[in-house]
């Protein structure tokens, strides 16, 4: 890591995720028959940490698992991506599960049991705060227990860290905390419920947030892209067009690719624009922590689709 790279803590879920592809996302009451069955190491802070780590930072994992194989298997894929899994603490359930169901364009639903994942302690992130040498730049997301969210964004905060949430699944942010966070990245719908059905267009939505205290808010909004939002200015983040197979990780590889960006001193707008093309590169293959790509392969998409524009 260079002197001039922050050190990154994602504090958040880890769930495997059992995966069904199928022609056609069910209908309510349905039964259809699924095409292919596969089991892939998940959670959107799993996956956040491990696109981080395989772009090159230096990279914490706070969370829980359960003392079964689904725990071993989600620490193992950590590991062999270079996430420091010291503070993942073993709780006494099951380890969190996603099941997914994934159609033949790359759209996706999924279910998540929270399992061990709510078993995510105070402890443990007052440890990894405390370890980090500089403060850097902290992750964190909706799939642990609110208090836990809300203990780590202020305490990072209290120490200097920039904070980035991802707010998924969507739930209401009090405005004490909002002014806390450095970075809000909700998707349309979360944005949606984030501001309670008030605004209309994204840039509305976007703009409540910013009133109501959030330094800044990325919308994103899948095959549209992203909308980057400051006090100084908006800009439409456009998406690289590639032909999508599994969208399930598209949004944590953003985010996870963001935060690098982040730490190496780039803007949010020069980071938001590396975000994408993270995200576009993992929509073309299964799986999430799977499709989750290393930097070498991100410098050489961004360099063919610079070249295509010349």
Known sequence: MSMLTKPILVVGSLNMDLVVTVAELPQKGETIFGKTFT??????????????????????????????????RLRCSLSQSGVGT??????????????????????????VVP???????????????EAAEVPG???????????????????AKGKGWTTILNPA??????????????????????ASVLTGGEAGAEDEAAQVLLDRGAAAVIITLGSKGALCCTVEQKQQILPYK????????AGDAYVGALATALAEGKTVLESAK????????????????????????VDEFIRKQEEGQQ
């Open 115 to 129: 399992g061990a994942n709510y078993a995510c302690c105070q402890q443990d992130i007052d440890s990894a705060l």
């Open 242 to 249: 590639v032909d999508a197979v599994d969208t399930t990780a």
């Open 169 to 190: 699944p969507a739930r209401l942010i009090s405005e004490g905390l909002l002014s806390m966070i450095d970075i809000l990245i909700p998707n349309e719908t979360e």
């Open 137 to 155: 730049i902290l992750l964190v997301q909706n799939e642990i227990p609110e208090t836990i969210v809300e203990y780590t964004i202020r305490t």
């Open 86 to 111: 010291s503070y993942i603490s073993l709780a006494e359930t099951s380890t969190g599960t996603a099941l997914i169901t994934v159609d033949q364009r790359g759209a996706n639903s999924i279910v």
């Open 39 to 72: 089991t892939f190491p998940g959670g959107k802070g799993g996956n956040q940490a491990v696109t981080a780590a395989k772009l090159g930072s230096k990279v914490t994992m706070v969370g829980a698992v359960g003392r079964d194989e689904f725990g071993e």
């Open 274 to 297: 590396f975000a994408a093309a993270v995200a576009a590169i993992a929509v073309t293959r299964p799986g999430a922590q799977p499709s989750l790509p290393w930097r070498d392969e």
